[in-house]
């Protein structure tokens, strides 16, 4: 499940670097009169899928599926660009036996599912049948929506067999104008100053002195205090996730921590 995790960052990566806004703020016309953003409507959509045996033994039975949300309303290109990403998303975060993104995308909701049966069907063959269930589940929901931003959280809830169960987050933005993902400095004007109010609230989160080593409490690897790989805009402020993995052991679960307007006062752009 790490090793999913991982190649979901590489993932992210390559996606982002496609989908950079152009310039900066919301586009007005010639004029330089501004037009106002058409709105973006969502709805959850749910997809399901189980092994036959579920219905026979309850305690042997596979299980994915998910409960996610799509814009169905808004300018055509914009809501086919916002349900891309979210499907690219969706997809990574179902196919927990993916080798690779590429291998991934090419892939539709229908066969990720099919794959995921089968390797269940494979895996307790090999082991002789027994007592085993497996479930993949993915909830998402948009988390804030304003004129310019609109983002999304997914949370995905995963045991395929092993020590324990898995669970990650993914946070998007949109540009509601483009549909375009914004980044980090597309949502604020000075990451420097973000990188320390996070990691003062980092330290909060996790109830640890402003001169302890986040080292030797067992964060960041070794490494300097970093900012996470999701984020949101939401009405509160900037929400940062630290999902399990990525700066500390499994043990110490997910980070999670919300850096209020007021103090973001300054650096953080019109939203």
Known sequence: MHHNHLMFFFFVLILATGCRPNGQGGGGTEEGEEQPAPALAFEQREFSRQSPSCEQDSNYCALI?????LAVAGPEEVVKRVNDTLQSYLKVSLAVFASSPEDTQKQSIEEIADNFLKEFETANSEEGGGENNWQVEVSGEPLFQSKEVVSVQLTTDAYVGGAHPNSFVYLINFNTRTG??????????????????????????RELGPDESLSEAGFFWGDAFALP????????GLYFFYNPYEVAAYVFGPTEFTIERDKLSGILKEL
Not at 185 to 191: A, E, F, I, R
């Open 180 to 205: 375009e993902v914004l980044l980090l400095p597309d949502l604020v004007s000075d990451t420097a100053r973000l990188l320390e109010l996070a990691e003062v609230a980092f330290r909060e989160a």
């Open 65 to 69: 599926k998910a409960d996610y949300p």
């Open 229 to 236: 790989e999701n984020y949101a805009i939401t009405e509160e």
